[in-house]
């Protein structure tokens, strides 16, 4: 690991203590009492995130625990973005995913890219899915106004719940020291950066050739992953670039409900399962 110098010092709370020492005038028949100022209740300083000191990611696994704790028994909304933009606005590539997850496990999930897919002979427009502990339902629609329905059991519950084990061990590794806080916020939130990144980050798929490199997170005071991303700048196809990764938590979504073309899925598995057994009956 190479040596970081700390970008922020931490402030510390001072605490003003307003006490009278002496008599306030002569008015009134109690002058010779002393009138005294309470002295005000000490406010605590902000907490660091656990497993965060001001000049590194300590433990990682602490870190990880605590934003899984917080995504425990709460619904939460993650969204995931990788894009290419050149220096002069264009966008080369965007790829645009999120999910919301109730806290009974029910998932509602979409995808946006500018380079659309091809599947069956024809575009895809628009894919959609919904998934509860049992069943997913997938609706893609295609340029040509064909709509499929794809139904599954489900297999995964509670997506990137345990995202954060992976950014605090990047964090570490390559470290990451926090260089802003922001405690109006409730709870505070804190920002670690760290840059020219090694040799195992210092590249991207994205760009021919990459200049710079750096790693950013947003992390609550609790432990809460807002927000990570991995940034690069550099060039593509002989132009100036930049690539961008991020991932970002919201624990306010809303509730998750089932669309209406989820019935249609279900509606269409059922008739598809039934013909198959007349099928199977009319073989035998």
Same mark, same amino acid.
């Given at each position: 690991?190479?040596?970081?110098?700390?970008?922020?010092?931490?402030?510390?709370?001072?605490?003003? =203590?307003?006490?009278?020492?002496?008599?306030?005038?002569?008015? $009134?028949?109690?002058?010779?009492?002393?009138?005294?100022?309470?002295?005000?209740?000490?406010?605590?300083?902000?907490?660091?995130?656990? $497993?965060?000191?001001?000049?590194?990611?300590?433990?990682?696994?602490?870190? $990880?625990?605590?934003?899984?704790?917080?995504?425990?028994?709460?619904?939460?909304?993650?969204?995931?973005?990788?894009?290419?933009?050149?220096?002069?606005?264009?966008?080369?590539?965007?790829?645009?995913?999120?999910?919301?997850?109730?806290?009974?496990?029910?998932?509602?999930?979409?995808?946006?890219?500018?380079?659309?897919?091809?599947?069956?002979?024809?575009?895809?427009?628009?894919?959609?899915?919904?998934?509860?502990?049992? =069943?997913?339902?997938?609706?893609?629609? &295609?340029?040509? $106004?064909?709509?499929?329905?794809?139904?599954?059991?489900?297999?995964?519950? &509670?997506?990137?719940?345990?995202?954060? &084990?992976?950014?605090?061990?990047?964090?570490?590794?390559?470290?990451?020291?926090?260089?802003?806080?922001?405690?109006?916020?409730?709870?505070?939130?804190?920002?670690?950066?760290?840059?020219?990144?090694?040799?195992?980050?210092?590249?991207?798929?994205?760009?021919?050739?990459?200049?710079?490199?750096?790693?950013?997170?947003?992390?609550?005071?609790?432990?809460?992953?807002?927000?990570?991303?991995?940034?690069?700048?550099?060039?593509?196809?002989?132009?100036?670039?930049?690539?961008?990764?991020?991932?970002?938590?919201?624990?306010?979504?809303?509730?998750?409900?089932?669309?209406?073309?989820?019935?249609?899925?279900?509606?269409?598995?059922?008739?598809?399962?039934?013909?198959?057994?007349?099928?199977?009956?009319?073989?035998?």
């Amino acid at each position: 690991m190479r040596p970081r110098s700390l970008a922020v010092g931490i402030a510390l709370v001072s605490l003003v =203590v307003l006490g009278g020492c002496s008599a306030f005038g002569t008015a $009134g028949p109690d002058a010779g009492q002393r009138t005294v100022t309470p002295a005000p209740v000490p406010t605590p300083a902000p907490s660091l995130p656990p $497993g965060v000191t001001a000049d590194s990611v300590s433990d990682p696994e602490r870190l $990880g625990s605590a934003h899984e704790r917080r995504l425990t028994n709460r619904s939460y909304a993650v969204t995931v973005v990788r894009a290419v933009r050149f220096a002069n606005g264009t966008t080369a590539r965007r790829l645009e995913r999120g999910r919301t997850v109730g806290n009974d496990g029910v998932i509602l999930s979409w995808r946006h890219r500018t380079a659309r897919e091809r599947a069956g002979g024809d575009t895809i427009v628009s894919r959609r899915s919904w998934a509860n502990e049992s =069943v997913r339902a997938l609706r893609l629609r &295609y340029a040509n $106004g064909t709509t499929r329905y794809r139904v599954r059991e489900s297999r995964q519950r &509670y997506p990137y719940r345990r995202t954060a &084990y992976n950014v605090a061990r990047t964090l570490a590794d390559e470290n990451a020291v926090v260089v802003a806080s922001d405690t109006s916020d409730d709870p505070p939130t804190y920002t670690l950066v760290s840059r020219n990144l090694s040799d195992e980050w210092a590249r991207s798929s994205d760009l021919d050739r990459v200049e710079t490199s750096s790693v950013r997170a947003v992390v609550t005071g609790t432990g809460l992953l807002k927000r990570a991303s991995v940034r690069y700048t550099g060039t593509r196809d002989g132009a100036p670039a930049v690539a961008n990764s991020t991932v970002r938590f919201d624990t306010d979504p809303g509730a998750v409900t089932r669309p209406a073309w989820v019935k249609t899925a279900l509606e269409q598995r059922s008739r598809e399962s039934d013909t198959n057994t007349d099928r199977a009956q009319t073989a035998d």
